[in-house]
């Protein structure tokens, strides 16, 4: 992996010299990860004219949440408690001979960009901008047998999820047991706070578990992910409690099944990320629910649970091959719950067979 982090730090030099800086700072956890193979707390990456550093606070653990740094890198613990690795880059890049800085200005506060100025007042400092963050759309194979391992953990958490009873558990239990087996099954942890609605509660985005308790005939949504090496995958399903499902029920499922189906069609190299967003929305918009629907059809992911590219309407670009992104469409209706269904995927071409799915766990509306 040495080979890879150092050619991903050399792209992303050959952009800063573009820009006319001579060094850069990196300082968003994660940019600091997919460039250093770690993030301790509070860490950042100085790509120097003369070498790379990684500076951190503190030594790093080598716990998984914050991986290994790349044995190539020059690693740098502040003598300073409570010292900030982000001035002591500049001052170590002023040191070096630069006159240019780059900086992450969407990440630093302004009182840490002055800070930097002010031990380096020599130098001049410029917007790195999402540099990284466009870098890290496209992955690699490790990157993306990441993914698919992190997949595969989350589809048998929920599995065993179905095979357990669940009337009269509250939703807060559900999401702690599924938790506890991600980390089961070998997960760094849940990629985000899982999330488990029923009845009047289902099919709402980002629900809060509560301790409503699962009855007869509710509607069940589920939204859970893991994190395997760092990398965050997501799926979310719904089904229908101890009963045969209503007709309500059937037809809501069904539509926002095939809502589902036309985003997961839509993906292909070229496509417009808009036009994913629009496949999955007219078939929703075309059943009657053109309220209330989520801002978004989908999203990237890889080191964050959501990340570029957005499968939204004003969404700007255009698909390339092994982008990793959900397909999520959903509708909730007040006081009735409501139907989520939520997969990970990786852009592929027609030639490679299309769109791979990663999160397999069955579509079909189950009754349990």
């Not at 059809?297 to 499968?311: A, F, R």
Request: hydrophobic letters at 40%.
């Amino acid at each position: 992996m040495s080979e890879v982090y150092a050619a991903r730090r050399e792209r992303l030099r050959e952009q800063c010299t573009t820009g006319g800086s001579a060094a850069a700072v990196v300082s968003r956890p994660a940019n600091v990860r997919y460039l250093a193979g770690a993030a301790p707390q509070g860490a950042v990456l100085l790509l120097g004219p003369g070498e790379d550093i990684l500076l951190c606070g503190s030594p790093p653990t080598g716990e998984p949440t914050e991986g290994r740094p790349d044995e190539a890198l020059r690693l740098q613990v502040l003598g300073t408690p409570g010292g900030d690795a982000a001035v002591a880059a500049a001052d170590l890049a002023s040191g070096q001979g630069a006159d240019s800085l780059a900086v992450e200005e969407h990440h630093l506060t302004v009182a840490r960009h002055r800070a930097l100025g002010s031990v380096a007042p020599r130098l001049r400092f410029a917007d790195l901008g999402c540099a990284v963050e466009q870098l890290r759309v496209v992955k690699d194979d490790e990157e993306i047998s990441s993914l698919r391992i992190a997949a595969e953990i989350a589809d048998q958490a929920l599995g065993e999820l179905l095979e357990s009873i669940l009337v009269g558990r509250t939703e807060r239990h559900l999401a702690l047991e599924l938790e506890r087996r991600l980390v089961d099954h070998g997960a760094d942890g849940p990629a985000f706070p899982t999330s488990v609605g029923t009845g009047l509660n289902s099919g709402r985005r980002g629900h809060r578990p509560s301790d409503r308790r699962v009855e007869e005939g509710d509607f069940l949504s589920v939204c859970l992910g893991a994190s395997y090496r760092g990398y965050r995958c997501e799926i979310g399903r719904t089904f229908v409690i101890g009963t045969t499902p209503a007709d309500w029920q059937i037809e809501l499922y069904d539509l926002v099944f095939a809502a589902q189906r036309a985003g997961r069609e839509a993906l292909a190299p070229g496509v417009e990320y808009r036009e994913v967003d629009r496949a999955a929305r007219q078939v929703l918009d075309a059943g009657g629910y053109s309220d209330g629907l989520p801002a978004a059809t989908g999203h990237g992911v890889g080191l964050e649970i959501e990340e570029d590219p957005q499968l939204a309407p004003a969404a700007m670009g255009k698909l390339d091959a092994c982008v990793p992104v959900t397909v999520e469409p959903g509708v909730h209706l007040p006081g009735r719950g409501g139907v989520r269904i939520d997969d990970t995927l990786v852009v592929r071409p027609e030639a490679d067979g299309g769109p791979e799915l990663l999160t397999i766990t069955t579509k079909e509306l189950l009754a349990l």
